[in-house]
């Protein structure tokens, strides 16, 4: 998707602090964190939605969180706990129209809504 800020931070087309990759999903800081460590992480392909995801890619998902145990433990908050995130359209508050979900860690997080 040509003009997904999402799609060019994979392509780096848009810089990143890159903390995971592989030929599945990216997973990067987010810029304005909300937590010591807040990780966003995506699929290679543009899924625009929670709402989105069907048999075909699923895949995506599932690769993100198998692999989110180790992307925390490697940043070091596995043991102590983390939140997982999917904000999906406007109610909650969905700004980048690539599917996304937020890795929460490194402090203990409040209540969740
Ligand atoms: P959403 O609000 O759609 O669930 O999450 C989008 C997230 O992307 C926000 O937490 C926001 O801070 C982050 N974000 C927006 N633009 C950029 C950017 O250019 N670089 C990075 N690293 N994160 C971004
Ligand atoms: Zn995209």
């Known amino acids: 998707m040509a003009d997904c800020l999402f799609c060019k ?7 990143s602090e890159k903390v995971y990759e592989d030929e599945l999903i990216y997973a990067f800081r987010d810029i304005e964190p909300q937590a010591p460590h807040h990780i966003v992480i995506v699929p290679k392909a543009h899924i625009e939605s929670a709402n989105d995801i069907n048999c075909e890619n699923s895949g995506f998902v599932a690769a993100i969180f198998e692999k989110i145990p ?10 102590s706990g983390y939140r997982v995130v999917n904000n999906c359209g406007s109610d909650a508050g969905q ?3 690539h599917l996304h ?3 929460l860690g490194g402090a203990p997080g409040g209540k969740m809504y």
């Open 101 to 103: 979900f937020h890795l």
């Open 95 to 97: 700004t980048v129209k």
């Open 70 to 79: 180790q992307i925390a433990a490697n940043l070091g908050f596995a043991q």
């Open 9 to 15: 931070i994979i392509s780096g087309d848009i810089p």
